[in-house]
């Protein structure tokens, strides 16, 4: 099976400060997509980011940027200046070019300390 | 204006009950999805329509009837309601059924069996 995996299931931050969450898969495919959603306590499922694997550039959106490592088949997401918002929980996925379903992580519930 | 909407956002039946959860987007997407999300938060695909075609049945029971009566719709019945059906339903729709696409997703159904 391929697989995604968080390793941290609990994540905290101060405020303002940054944090790294990590993301590692599997795939056997040359071509992906991987993807970071946010689920904050309302439960809605909010994309973060998005990182085509053909592209070599690591994909930014304002505060968040990843660290897309794939000959490691990492994929890390950073948050800088940590806001009270961003407490939730982070789900890391990994979509194949030929496939259509997303593979989900188990999540990082990630804290922000005022 | 809401993306991908679901109805209901709560449902708490008896066991052995059936129950339907609605789904609908109007982003004019090809392809809709559903997710169950266990009490550990881990998400798995359920199923998944493309142009109201079935193109994905995981391992679900066949208490598990999804039907799509046009692209902007894709409803979830289950019969005969078991306890472990107890979790939070998410339907989600992309622009196409390949792994190119973001995945948007609704703000989930917390089904509670009793």
């Known amino acids: 099976a391929q697989t995604v995996t968080q390793s941290q299931p609990e994540m905290s931050v101060q405020e303002a400060e940054t944090v790294t969450l990590s993301c590692t898969y599997d795939t056997s495919e040359s071509d992906y997509y991987l993807f970071w959603y946010k689920q904050p306590p309302s439960r809605q499922m909010i994309l973060v980011i998005r990182q085509e694997a053909y592209k070599q550039q690591n994909a930014t959106e304002n505060r968040f940027s990843v660290n897309f490592q794939k000959a490691a088949k990492s994929f890390s997401l950073k948050i800088s200046d940590s806001q009270l918002g961003d407490a939730a929980m982070y789900f890391c996925a990994r979509s194949g070019a030929g496939s259509y379903q997303l593979t989900f992580g188990k999540g990082t519930k990630l804290s922000v300390i005022p | 204006d809401t993306a991908v909407s679901q109805t209901p956002k709560y449902l708490v039946t008896q066991m052995g009950n059936d129950k339907s959860i609605k789904c609908e987007q109007n982003l004019g997407h090809d392809t809709m999805y559903w997710y169950k999300q266990d009490s550990k938060k881990f998400l798995k695909i359920m199923f998944s329509y493309n142009n109201k075609e079935l193109i994905i049945n995981e391992t679900v029971p066949n208490r598990f009837s999804p039907k799509s009566p046009d692209k902007a719709h894709l409803n979830l019945h289950i019969n005969s309601l078991e306890l472990g059906d107890s979790a939070v339903y998410f339907c989600?729709?992309?622009?196409?059924?390949?792994?190119?696409?973001?995945?948007?997703f609704g703000p989930g159904t917390r089904l509670t069996v009793l």
């Open positions: 989600a729709s992309s622009q196409e059924w390949q792994g190119t696409d973001t995945q948007y």
